[in-house]
Every structure is written in structure tokens, then in C-alpha cells.
């Protein structure tokens, strides 16, 4: 039987052929593919600037030292993968967690505004799943309070915002190309800015804290000195992983488009399911369906649930774990899950299903019989 996982890359031979040509090239670190690569993401959001770097957690990395924030705090969502709240320490910020909406599982408004104090330096909101959080509303409350925008949009390439695509709304946002994302650069991350300055901040913290690029001091006329302005970290993005990108990116609305298809599929065959509870999604948004999720109800255990499904070959997963459950945070900040009730109930009955534009509409049906004997198994 074969396995059906969570998520899958699709990578087909003009992908690679785009990638051949530039290992065959004399320059595959940091050249021109990967600013064509920027440009092109930047087009498609509606940024002017894009920095691109090696993973989707060095984008939220430079993404926050950009700022320049000082000492303080940073709310963000406790309901999303740990490089969220890792990217505020190394801003050396400490993270305050705010508690999730219950019909979208992104960041509340109404917590983050009762989290602000006078240490708030910046709101770092999760577009979870693909679903667009509250934008709106986190924009009020930062400019009321003097705050920063960063939105991790690690999920949610391609999704939209009241018509405006994710990318051009808050002060930094960041992408994630990993494998199982909406497009792959292997390992890879971008973040986006209308700020110009900002964007130079980032591409010196990508590049050691060099204020120059190896390019630019290449050939005869070359500067063949430079200086180190700031502690940056090595996180250049290759240009066969922008080649990648690019190659990528041709495609973004067909994946989306195919992930729509399945999204509906799973929502039409699962409606009504008993103890199943099925994603929101608002009116004014448009989704990118990242991952999708179900709740499990009374009379199902979360755990013997993913096991069955995957004895069935269908690899059901949790995302995510609260950031506050694991023992760094538990034990350096001492939170306490019962300052989470939404996030708490969730957390303990989530579970995703696969969703990837390569599953045929047979995995499709596989899926779905598999959730369903599941259901009917551990309700008797």
C-alpha cells in the first residue's frame, strides 16, 4: 500500500532543466538568478523589495533584526512552528503569546490588544494554514501602539487579503520555499518590504554583515575591499535554488488552484461527518490551503486517530504543537497552558490530512474512506 504523506514537492523536468543550466554556468552563489528570483516573488505580491535567503526561518530571522527593536517584547501566536518564536529571541526579544480565534486558528486581535504594554516592540502574526489572519485589525493596533508588522507567511504564498495578495500588508513579510510549501527551492525563504532601507538591512544580515555582495567585487572592476556593518549570519541563497524558484513560480496557480480543488473535495465528502469538524474560511480571504486540518470531536482520541490513519497509509500529522509546551520556552518563560483555553482545546484535537497538488483524485478518495472508517472505528 503505497503512503500517502501530508505534503509532497512537485518537481518536473523543466524544473530541472532550469537548475542544469545554471550548475553548468560559471556563477551558481548569489547572482543574477536569484535577483530575478526576488523581482518575480515581488511582482506576484505587490512588494517593491525582496531579499531572498536560505530557509524560511533565516527570512524571519533577518526579517526581525532588521527592526531594529531594542530590548522588549514581541506578541505573536503560540499555535505555529517554533521558528516563529525563535526568530523574536535572536532579535533578543523576549515572546509574549497571545491566544488563537477559534474559527481560523490565527492569532486573536482582541488577546494581542489586552497583551500590549509599554515593552511591546512588534506584533509577529502567522498566517496559519494559508488562512489570512486578521491583517486589519493587527495594522490598528500596531500603529495605535508604534508597533512593527511582521506576518510569517510561511503558509500562505499566493493568498489574499480583502484583494490584496499576502506580501503587501504588513511592514516585513516572509516566505517559506521548503519541500512541502507551495513552491520549492529545496530549502529556501524570502522576505518582502515596501521599505528600501529595510531591504538593505536585510541583504547585509544575509550576507555575514557585508555591505557588499561578492558581485559586486567580481571582474576588473570590482571593488576588492569591504566592511562589516552589522552581525550578519550566512544565509545567501544559491542561484540554482533561485533557478528552482523560478521555474516554481510559472506554476503557483495551478498548485493553488488543484489544492482549492482537493480543499472542496474534502469539505463536500466530510461535511456532516460526526465528530469531525471541518476549516473556516472567511469570506474575505482567499485560502492557499497550505495544510488542511480537522478537528476531532468527543469519543475520538487525537492520537489513536493519526494512528489509524496512517496503518491505513495516509500520513496524518499535528501542526502544530504549542511553542509553550516545549521545554525551552516552558522552562526559561514558565507559561502556563490554562492562559490559552482556545489554543489548548485545538492544539489537543488537530490533526492534518494530506493535501498536495501531485495527489490524484484516487489519494483523494483514499483520504477520505480512510477518515471515514476511522471515524466510524473509534465510535463504536
Not at 486558528?105 to 502567522?126: G, Q, Y
Not at 496524518?316 to 509546551?325: E, L
Request: proline share 4%; hydrophobic share 40%; aromatic share 8%.
Amino acid at each position: 500500500m503505497r503512503f500517502i504523506p501530508y505534503g509532497l514537492h512537485w518537481i518536473d523536468d523543466l524544473d530541472i532543466e532550469e537548475v542544469v543550466k545554471v550548475l553548468k554556468s560559471d556563477w551558481i552563489v548569489m547572482g543574477n538568478r536569484v535577483k530575478e528570483f526576488e523581482d518575480a516573488v515581488c511582482s506576484y505580491v505587490g512588494a517593491r523589495y525582496g531579499v531572498a535567503v536560505n530557509s524560511g526561518t533565516a527570512a524571519l530571522d533577518v526579517a526581525m533584526n532588521s527592526l531594529g527593536l531594542g530590548e522588549g517584547e514581541a506578541i505573536t501566536t503560540p499555535l505555529t512552528f517554533v521558528a516563529t518564536a525563535h526568530a523574536i529571541l535572536y532579535a533578543g526579544l523576549r515572546p509574549v503569546f497571545a491566544d488563537i480565534q477559534r474559527d481560523t486558528f490565527n492569532i486573536d486581535p482582541v488577546d494581542v490588544e489586552r497583551k500590549v504594554t509599554d515593552r511591546t516592540r512588534a506584533i509577529v502574526c502567522v498566517d496559519f494554514a494559508g488562512h489570512p489572519c486578521d491583517i486589519d485589525e493587527i495594522r490598528r493596533i500596531a500603529d495605535e501602539h508604534g508597533l512593527k508588522v511582521v506576518e510569517d507567511a510561511a503558509h500562505a504564498l499566493g493568498a489574499e487579503y480583502r484583494g490584496k495578495k499576502v506580501g503587501s500588508l504588513a511592514d516585513v513579510t516572509i516566505f517559506s520555499f521548503h519541500p512541502v510549501k507551495h513552491i520549492t527551492t529545496g530549502e529556501g525563504g524570502m522576505c518582502v518590504t515596501d521599505s528600501e532601507e529595510l531591504a538593505e538591512r536585510m541583504r547585509i544580515l544575509r550576507n555575514q554583515g557585508a555591505e557588499s555582495s561578492a558581485m559586486e567585487r567580481f571582474g576588473p572592476g570590482g571593488r576588492w575591499t569591504y566592511d562589516v556593518r552589522m552581525l550578519g549570519r550566512n544565509y545567501r541563497m544559491t542561484d540554482f535554488q533561485a533557478a528552482l524558484g523560478l521555474s516554481q513560480l510559472r506554476k503557483l496557480e495551478s498548485f493553488i488552484r488543484r489544492r482549492e480543488e482537493i480543499a472542496r473535495i474534502y469539505i463536500e465528502e466530510l461535511s456532516g461527518l460526526p465528530g469531525i469538524e471541518l476549516p473556516a474560511v472567511r469570506t474575505c480571504v482567499r485560502h492557499a490551503w497550505h495544510i488542511f486540518t480537522i478537528l476531532v470531536g468527543e469519543g475520538i482520541g487525537r492520537d489513536e486517530f493519526i494512528a489509524s490513519l496512517r496503518r491505513k497509509g495516509i500520513g496524518a500529522a499535528v501542526h502544530y504543537t504549542p511553542v509553550y509546551r516545549f521545554t525551552y520556552y516552558r522552562e526559561r518563560f514558565g507559561f502556563r497552558p490554562e492562559d490559552f483555553p482556545v489554543t489548548e482545546d485545538v492544539a489537543s484535537r488537530i490533526v492534518t490530512i494530506p493535501l498536495f497538488p501531485r495527489m490524484s483524485d484516487e489519494d483523494v478518495k483514499r483520504v477520505v474512506q480512510a477518515v471515514k472508517e476511522t471515524v466510524g472505528e473509534l465510535r463504536r
